[in-house]
């Protein structure tokens, strides 16, 4: 068996997959994304499958040939602001934790972003109470740019979120 994380690009034939694996994250770790769970989960196969195949691009970390890790960097549309690029939905499942999957997924969606054409700075929001997160982003030269108290609130509890950007010009 293959016990590397190994990181491919998802298209539409891997929307049961992702929309399984990006559910699962939503129900294990609410404060840590902005979508919840009851609003993914009355999306279709198909509608995944269409957001695959949609002008983001979205990676996915795999072991063992099975999905336990995804992120999705998107791209600003507009003329002032295609310069600068979003990492969004980053997970690593529990079991795949500690085997260097956030980091493959982060180094994936990074070079993604050094080879699209005008990318100067890459952008993202992260759970200021998620430790692993946030030392991950460091250890790859992101910085702190602003805190956002109070962003989520779920069932009562408010969570500050931390924006981070990475200079890549």
Known sequence: MDTEISVKPLRGEDAEVFRALRLRSLQEHPEAFGASYEEEVTRS????????????????????????????????????TVHRAHINGMYVAPEARGKQGGKALLDTALAFCRASEG???????VTATNVAARSLYRKAGFMTWGMDPNYLKIDGTYYDIEWMVLNII
């Open 45 to 80: 196969v198909e509608d995944f499958a269409e957001m695959l195949n949609g002008s983001n691009a979205f990676f996915g970390a795999f072991l063992d040939g099975v999905m336990v890790g995804m992120v999705n960097v998107a791209r600003h549309p507009r003329t002032k």
């Open 119 to 125: 990318v100067e700075h890459v952008v993202l929001a």
